[in-house]
């Protein structure tokens, strides 16, 4: 059983900027794919980022390239989400997910933490 756990939510103005963490238990994180989803107020969870064992990343079209950017640290078993240039649609909860077998699925889910970005 692998638990995740995110941290470092909460509420920030427009323009400013939160690093959301994640850490996944299991000897073998650094194999782990590991994302970052949210869910706005009212719509249905999307994709924001991933990151596989190689640091390679992908985002969520324009959305929010350039602005959030995901990393990890294998050492600590711990992932990042650094977002900057905040917007109020930016608002949602954001979810980590950890995917343990290459190709799989998501198969472990944190409970999510707030962002809420104030205009």
């Known amino acids: 059983q ?3 756990v995110e941290s470092g939510g909460g509420l920030v103005q427009a323009g400013g900027s939160l ?3 994640c850490t996944a238990s299991g000897r073998t994180f650094s194999s782990y794919t590991m994302a970052w989803f949210r869910q706005p107020p009212g719509k249905e969870r999307e994709f924001v980022a991933s990151i596989i064992w190689n640091d390679r990343s ?3 079209g324009d959305s ?5 950017t995901i990393s990890r640290d294998n050492t600590k078993n711990t992932v990042y989400l650094q977002m900057n ?3 109020p649609e930016d608002t949602a909860v954001y979810y980590c997910a950890a995917a343990t077998a290459q190709g799989a699925s998501y198969n472990y889910w944190g409970q999510g933490t707030q962002v809420t970005v104030s205009s």
């Open 19 to 21: 690093r959301l963490s």
């Open 85 to 87: 240039s905040l917007k």
């Open 2 to 4: 692998v638990q995740v």
């Open 58 to 60: 992908t985002y969520n």
């Open 64 to 68: 929010v390239k350039g602005r959030f």
